[in-house]
């Protein structure tokens, strides 16, 4: 399967396409800080707006830990697009392209070939997300320096020292990893019904779409459901900046406030994987290829 | 000779529709195996389970004297194949191409290995080149070249001159010919042009509807006793009404290309001709037919609508 696994890589790695996602990220990236950079004042006196009368911040609130998760914020939104592009396409594109039938006539068990092939979409995740990480966080932090993080909630303020923020980011990026990875699994999941990359990538942004806003609508009818949605999952890297405070009201460094809801949430989304996966194997086994 | 490929009782039903239906065939070390039937007869779907893309509904197969259902990776190494359309990556160079199946099929081909399977087909000047510039042509050799990659000991090659000019289809027969002579591979090939086939089986077998009609040696099949004889007269109209009041009226088929055609023992030719000189016909041609579409035509004659195959 290593075998096939590299080869997964390099079929990925010399499309066009796929280097789509990485200037497309590059290019949102940047936006995002050129704009903070040239107006980013105006932007944190705006969302200080409700808190102007309350107390005064020390410090440099612009730094690159707070456009990180601006970034994030805005990002990981989007990039279920960008992974359902290569994911949806794996096998779906092969049956386009006719290459699917020559395929499966070597001598390779189908089940090697859907582990292979899903490997090499989570590879391509992850190595979106590092190159998120890398422009998002550490290009950040070169141009915009580094403070306490300073984040703004519903009702209250969260301010976490500079000293505990790199491994919450490292936790929110593993964490937004898992969920991508589950966004990988369920397009390539959909590619084994279809004969082109367009219905499997509509498809699974379809099912984003909607579970999403079963996720985040407050209706009671939903509320049965939403725990066994991933999209309910998908955005608990948050929980990584939440921290525990002491009698005194000051921050524990390198707590977590609530670390069940993250080990919860994680189980959901690997349970998904697999049930994806599971599927797709199972399809698979089963498939006359007739493309 | 031992038997490569023996089929048995295989079936294929999609729904309500059955594909291929209780065929069974067996294919020996060294043939060239001709696998014959219209458009739709069941020949792809056949090949398609003889390579594991499609699970047959009942019957066995077995190839290299191992059952394909439990020893599919054992087999598959030994055999190589091109199914309808040579589709390989279009972004990726011939020679890439080459390389990425001949690591699928369990080999790590040298520089030089891959150089000689592109020389074999004709393609080595253009190995670097993108296959999204080949021709139909280009890409049924680069098929071909995979399907040789990894040296099997059995070559399927489906329906391989189908969007081939006429060189091209030359160049693959000239091909099969040289693997089956030259490297004593064995080849199934299936096709719907049986003048191809004609020019390079050693057995064949026709199927229709998804069953088989005739498996034989091709010098078997195309010797048969009954021949086909093309006859042209002076007055074809009147031949034909003589021809038609005479003993030789069981004998008449349909005419073709304004010919009289009759379907009678060879030993019976020269009878027919001492009857058309008696009746003081002027013969201009009188011309026995031995060829693959004569006799498909003969075996399937009276059971179904048979057209004409198309070059």
């Known amino acids: 399967m290593w075998t096939h696994l590299q080869i997964e890589l390099y079929k990925i790695f010399r499309r066009p396409r796929t280097y789509l996602a990485f200037a497309a990220i590059t290019a949102l990236i940047a936006v995002i800080q050129i704009g903070l950079l040239v107006d980013g004042k105006e932007y944190t006196d705006f969302v200080m707006a409700d808190f102007a009368g309350s107390f005064t911040v020390d410090g440099k609130i612009l730094n690159g830990y707070f456009i990180c998760y601006v970034i994030l914020q805005l990002l990981l939104v989007h990039v279920p697009l960008l992974i359902a592009l290569i994911a949806a396409d794996l096998i779906s594109g092969e049956a386009n392209m006719g290459t699917l039938r020559l395929l499966l006539t070597r001598p390779q068990s189908r089940t090697a070939i859907v582990m292979a092939k899903f490997l090499a979409a989570v590879i391509y995740t992850l190595l979106l997300l590092v190159w998120i990480a890398i422009l998002g966080l550490l290009v950040s932090m070169w141009v915009f320096g580094t403070d306490d993080l300073f984040l703004m909630k519903s009702s209250y303020v969260v301010i976490v020292k500079e000293s505990d923020v790199f491994w919450r980011y490292a936790g929110a990026f593993c964490f937004a990893a898992l969920a991508m990875v589950t966004v990988a699994a369920l397009g390539f999941l959909l590619s084994f019904f279809a004969e082109n990359s367009i219905g499997p990538i509509v498809a699974t942004m379809s099912v984003i779409i909607v579970a999403t806003i079963l996720s985040t609508m407050n209706i009671p009818i939903f509320n049965t459901i939403k725990p066994f949605l991933f999209t309910t999952h998908m955005i608990t890297w948050k929980e990584f900046f939440d921290f525990k405070v002491n009698d005194a009201n000051e921050a524990i460094i390198g707590s977590i406030q609530n670390p069940d809801k993250i080990i919860r949430s994680a189980l959901v989304l690997i349970i998904h994987i697999v049930a994806f996966i599971s599927a797709a194997v199972l399809v698979f086994r089963k498939k006359d290829i007739l493309s | ?311």
């Open chain 2, 1 to 311: 000779m031992q038997d490569i490929v023996k089929v048995s009782n295989l079936t294929k039903r999609f729904n309500q529709l059955t594909a291929v239906n209780d065929l069974s065939f067996t294919v020996k070390q060294g043939d060239v195996y001709g696998f014959l039937g219209q458009n739709g007869a069941g020949k792809s779907t056949s090949i398609r389970m003889l390579l594991t893309l499609i699970t047959p509904t009942e019957g066995d197969i077995e190839l290299f004297g191992l059952a394909l259902n439990r020893h599919r990776k054992e087999i598959l190494q030994q055999v190589g194949a091109v199914i309808e359309k040579p589709d390989v990556y279009t972004f990726l160079s011939a020679y890439d191409n080459l390389k990425l199946f001949a690591r699928l099929s369990g080999v790590r081909p040298s520089h030089t290995m891959l150089l000689d399977r592109l020389e074999l087909v004709g393609l080595a000047n253009r190995a670097k080149d993108p296959v999204k510039t080949f021709s139909q042509g280009m890409k049924q050799r680069l098929g071909i070249a995979i399907a040789l990659v990894h040296n099997p000991g059995l070559i399927i090659l489906d329906e391989p001159t189908n969007g081939l000019d006429p060189q091209g289809i030359a160049d693959v027969r000239n091909l099969i010919l040289f693997l089956s002579r030259e490297q004593h591979k064995t080849v199934i090939v299936s096709s719907h042009l049986l003048n191809e086939i004609e020019q390079i089986a050693t057995r064949m077998l026709i199927i229709d509807k998804g069953k088989k009609l005739v498996e034989d040696s091709a010098a078997a099949l195309l010797n048969s006793a009954d021949t086909i004889l093309q006859l042209n007269t002076a007055d074809n109209e009147a031949a034909l009404d003589i021809l038609k009041g005479s003993r030789w009226a069981d004998h008449l088929k349909p005419m073709r290309n304004g010919q009289i055609v009759l379907r009678l023992n060879k030993e019976e030719i020269p009878q027919l001709n001492r009857f058309l000189v008696q009746m003081q016909l002027d013969v201009l041609l009188l011309q026995p037919r031995n060829n693959l579409e004569d006799y498909f035509l003969q075996i399937t004659a009276g059971k179904q609508h048979v057209d004409p195959f198309t070059n």
